[in-house]
């Protein structure tokens, strides 16, 4: 099923298909100043959100294909490390270098995906997808209090995730 998926994209619409659930986690994890303690927490709830959509969407097969496992441990390695040299290649070529250029990059990023995905696989899985990604982005915006002292105070979610979603929130069209 996932090679069928992904042979209707080219190696670069697929590698952006599939690097935008955990850019738009990235970048909300980067939108707030959680520490040390939250940012791990907001890594931890990218990581399990995005897991999350095989099962939230089980027959979405564009969310089924772009979390296809690994056969081994060894086959993971390699693509994580496939995965992180493309990507930091593309960030070294767009020249980004601070938060903001990131998060531009990834609604950028965001955009041509969604249209990608709704031309090649039609607009329901085009909906599902971009509910995915907007329920990562909660996720991880809920995962720690800002502006605290060692977890206790500050606020759920901060301002600057506030904004950030308020920005993909015009790019993902589905409310959720």
């Known amino acids: 099923m996932s090679d069928s998926v992904q042979n209707k994209f080219s190696d670069d619409e697929w590698f952006l298909i599939s690097s935008v659930p955990s850019m738009v986690g990235a970048a909300m994890a980067g939108a707030g100043k959680s520490g040390i303690i939250g940012t791990t927490k907001e890594a931890m709830a990218s990581m399990k959100s995005v ?102 105070g500050g606020e759920q979610v901060s301002d600057g995730e506030r904004a950030l979603m308020t920005e993909l929130q015009k790019v993902f069209t589905v409310v959720t």
Not at 61 to 78: D, N, P, Y
Not at 95 to 103: A, G, Q, R, V, Y
Not at 124 to 143: F, G, N, R, S
């Open 51 to 152: 897991v999350a959509g095989k099962s939230d969407y089980p027959d979405n097969e564009t969310i089924a294909a772009v979390l296809t496992k690994a056969e081994s441990f060894s086959e993971a390695k390699e693509k994580a490390g496939a995965y992180r040299e493309k990507a930091m290649a593309q960030f070294k070529e767009q020249n980004i270098t601070n938060p903001e250029e990131f998060n531009s990059y990834m609604l950028d990023n965001a955009k041509t995906a969604i249209a990608l995905v709704k031309e090649r696989q039609g607009e329901k899985e085009a909906d599902e997808y971009q509910t995915w990604c907007i329920a990562i982005a909660k996720k991880v915006a809920e995962a720690a209090s800002e502006g605290g002292f060692m977890g206790f």
